[in-house]
């Protein structure tokens, strides 16, 4: 009879969180920065059903990169607990911190199971406050940490070179349109130094929290021609109204999606 083969608790977790890391590194990244009036989420996605962007509640967003259907099924995972928390005590009660608290909790338990792989998926979870100072983004790494960003965060792909591209241009109280440019040319960045890409707003899927809109629910996709306006520098095409984005009618989860693209 064969000995079983040993491998440390360490190892075995430290292996667990190299197969994720790589998973996520294949896809395109996100980045999540503060502006003036919110907080705004650009993406690299060419699809328009299956989005890495997506309204949780009121005040709260989501971001995600890696496997669709993983993310997917956590993103309808917040829905739910942010409806049920809501209807059961206050929408106020619904926090980006507690919902943050929720993934932690079950990215974590999924990672340390032996018996299912981990989650190939990195999500971002930001809320709009009254002010700048009351934003709150929050990253969570496929382990279940959590931490706690201060104006922007940038998560899979090239995140390091384009992290380092932020964190050189951002600046507090950015107009929507400037801190629009600084995440584009980030994303279209050249890690090993080529010349940068053109993005187009057909590449892009944008969105925003927006603290000065009138309606409840701050969640708003910029499209088409707003987008177009946009990055061309307009700034009047901030305050245009799309059709309210609802988190329910986000794209169904498809299962057995490969790693976003």
């Known amino acids: 009879m064969s000995t079983p083969f040993y491998v440390s608790p360490q190892q075995a977790m430290a292996d667990r969180a190299e197969y994720a890391r790589k998973g996520i590194a294949r896809g395109r990244s996100v980045v999540v920065l503060t502006y003036a009036d919110g907080v705004v989420f650009v993406a690299e996605n060419t699809s328009r059903a299956l989005h890495k962007v997506s309204e949780i509640y009121d005040k709260i967003a989501f971001a995600a990169v890696g496997r669709y259907n993983e993310f997917e099924n956590l993103r309808i995972g917040g829905v739910r607990y942010a409806d049920l928390r809501g209807y059961s005590y206050d929408r106020a009660d619904v926090t980006a911190r507690g919902l943050a608290n929720v993934y932690a909790q079950t990215l974590g338990t999924i ?37 706690d960003e201060k104006n922007y965060v940038v998560v899979g792909g090239n995140s390091d070179s384009i992290g380092n591209y932020i964190g050189q241009h951002h600046q507090a109280g950015m107009a929507l349109t400037e801190a629009l440019r600084v995440a584009v040319d980030g994303l279209a960045r050249d890690p090993n130094g080529g010349s940068p890409r053109t993005l187009t ?23 088409g021609g707003q987008l177009g306006r946009l990055l061309g520098g307009d700034a009047s095409a901030a305050d245009e109204e799309d059709e309210p984005s609802a988190a329910h009618k986000d794209g169904p989860s498809t299962g057995g999606a490969p790693a976003d693209e």
């Not at 340390?112 to 990195?122: A, F, L, T």
């Not at 930001?126 to 969570?140: K, N, S, T």
């Not at 707003?201 to 009138?214: G, H, S, T």
């Open 201 to 223: 707003p057909e590449q892009l899927e944008v969105a925003v929290l927006d603290r000065e809109r009138v309606q409840q629910r701050k969640f708003k996709r910029i499209l």
């Open 111 to 147: 990672f340390s199971s032996v018996g299912e792989k981990p989650y190939e998926v990195e999500l971002v979870v930001a809320e709009v406050g009254r002010g700048v100072d009351d934003d709150q983004i929050y990253r969570l790494t496929p382990d279940g940490s959590v931490v």
